[in-house]
């Protein structure tokens, strides 16, 4: 009998309990999808006049582009005129400490660019950048 109790714990220690290996892995998991960043595009490929004082924003979280024919894009849709405000209320409301950059082509009219930053400052959001390739 005490041959056969001491086989059984032989048994059970050589087993490894892999669970709280598991737990610390989930958990690693879910707070590296948490916090990662991800990038954001307004949707189509725009030609950036070059500035020699442009500097990286960080945190740029509704992007806005213009393209050469003065189309708006916001979150690969296009977007009229008229319904830009909107859109950025809405993206701001779900990150508030979001700004707002504009990505304009060379060619885009200034009015269009105009336009899309009174649409922005009257969304609330007064953290306006315009987007340009550095030198």
């Not at 309990?17 to 954001?40: G, Q, R």
């Given at each position: 009998?005490k ?17 709280p ?32 004082t ?8 509704i ?11 916001i ?26 950059v ?11 660019l ?10 609330g ?8 390739a550095?030198?």
């Amino acid at each position: 009998m005490k041959q056969h109790f001491q086989n059984l714990v032989e048994e059970e220690e050589a087993q490894i309990d892999m669970t709280p290996m598991l737990d610390v892995v989930f958990i690693m998991l879910i707070f590296f999808i948490v916090t990662a960043s991800f990038v954001k595009e307004a949707g189509i490929d725009v030609n950036r006049p070059e500035a020699s004082t442009a500097v990286k924003k960080s945190r740029a979280n509704i992007l806005v582009a213009i393209s050469d024919k003065n189309q708006v894009w916001i979150n690969k849709r296009q977007v009229d005129v008229r319904a830009i405000q909107a859109n950025i209320e809405r993206l701001y409301a779900e990150n508030p400490q979001g700004s707002v950059v504009i990505q304009a082509d060379k060619e885009a009219k200034t009015e269009t660019l105009i336009k899309v930053m009174d649409a922005s400052r009257a969304a609330g959001v007064y953290d306006v950048s315009i987007a340009a390739a550095e030198e």
